[in-house]
């Protein structure tokens, strides 16, 4: 892949996926090394990426990944509010779950993660992650049902003053 | 009115769904005017990001970051002439690690000498190492280095276009000062792929028992030799 080709790539895919890492790890510098990191991968896999049906979802998964890993070593982050981010209307309690859910989003195993930013960034049906992930919807299904539970708990802490 | 997710708004946003999908969701859209708020929001945000890291910037520290990592992770891509005059470029049942059909070997050069080397060699700060490839068919190979400290280093460019029968894969590896044990990680087919990367990354995050023969996260189709430092 050339510069330019690189380039081009980064023009039409990059600002999405720039705006999905900080979505992800809510830190403006983590998020440009996780872009970074993605659009290496890039680089280096052009062939896998060309061969992709969709390309930006094939970024997405690759900047997923670059984002879980940063996250795995980082537990410190200067959090950016989500409320900087676009977002589709949502009823409130879906905010407030996708909200909590991001921000605690280390602390959940990388399967979870993966579910959580299918279902509250990309907005994916249950039917839908399951193709995307290969797993089952009872496997969906059973990490949504846990990501609501922890949103839900995690929203009962911070209001009776507990820390998380 | 059922809306399109984010995700194909998106996609339609970078001209990403194929045609048939893209007329659908265009059409709702120009009706819907929640998804059309949503489609110019990422117009505009895109826009802004481009002014402020415009594609020619963001190359140039993807270039320079390649440079970076060729130098500091020990990635030395190098003239190979020279090794290979010197090198016994050998298949090695014995001292190599099988891989579907073949299996690959590594060749250690220490103060001008070359010395084929399995599982287990002993390395230090300085040496070269070469990945020699066998593959029964032509198939895409691909490299990488597993620390037990958990950071992994890709040892090539891109997956390399391998014939069949034994292969150098292009470049060397400069042992890192100071020496950190770990695995040569080598993938055949499908498995040379960002994928494996991947799953090594993940599951080496934090660090990885050097007693083990091979890092965690290694999919099939993929090998491991084990690298003591001396």
């Known amino acids: 892949m050339t510069q330019d080709e690189l380039a081009d790539a980064y023009r039409r895919y990059g600002p999405l996926v720039a705006q999905r890492c900080r979505a992800i790890v809510r830190d403006d510098a983590l998020a440009e090394d996780a872009l970074q990191n993605a659009f290496m991968r890039l680089w280096r896999y052009e062939a896998s990426f060309a061969a992709a049906q969709s390309k930006l979802g094939w970024l997405y998964r690759v900047a997923d990944r670059c984002c879980f890993d940063l996250l795995a070593r980082r537990r410190t982050r200067r959090e950016t509010s989500l409320a900087e981010l676009p977002e589709r209307q949502r009823s409130d309690a879906a905010v407030e779950d996708r909200e909590l859910v991001m921000r605690f989003l280390s602390r959940f195993d990388e399967r979870t993660q993966q579910v959580a930013v299918l279902h509250y960034l990309d907005g994916l049906p249950q039917e839908e992650i399951a193709r995307a992930t290969g797993w089952s919807r009872q496997t969906v299904w059973k990490k949504l049902t846990l990501l609501r539970d922890r949103a839900a708990e995690l929203r009962a802490q911070l209001e009776r003053g507990v820390p998380v | ?230």
């Open chain 2, 1 to 230: 009115m059922s809306h399109p997710t984010a995700f194909v708004l998106e996609r339609l946003a970078v001209d990403d769904l194929p045609p048939d999908e893209a007329a659908a969701a265009r059409a709702h859209v120009a009706a819907c005017a929640e998804c059309r708020a949503y489609a110019d929001s990422l117009a505009a945000r895109s826009a802004a990001r481009l002014a402020e890291v415009p594609p020619a910037a963001f190359v140039q520290k993807l270039v320079a970051r390649r440079r970076v990592a060729r130098r500091v992770a020990a990635a030395v891509t190098t003239g190979m002439g020279a090794l290979l005059a010197a090198s016994l470029i050998l298949w090695l049942p014995r001292a190599g690690v099988r891989l579907k059909g073949g299996g690959f070997a590594l060749e250690r050069q220490r103060d001008g000498v070359v010395t084929r080397v399995g599982s287990d060699a002993a390395v230090r700060a300085g040496d070269r190492l070469r990945v020699i490839v066998t593959l029964p068919a032509p198939a895409p190979a691909d490299a990488w280095f597993v620390g037990v400290d958990g950071h992994v280093d890709a040892l090539v460019d891109a997956p390399v276009m391998t014939a069949a029968g034994e292969q150098p894969l292009p470049g060397s590896v400069t042992v890192d000062a100071p020496c950190v044990d770990g695995w040569i990680v080598v993938a055949s087919g499908d498995a040379a792929s960002p994928a494996t990367e991947a799953s090594l990354r993940a599951h080496a995050a934090g660090g990885v028992d050097r007693a083990r023969a091979a890092p965690p996260g290694l999919p099939a189709h993929a090998r491991a030799a084990r690298l003591r430092c001396e």
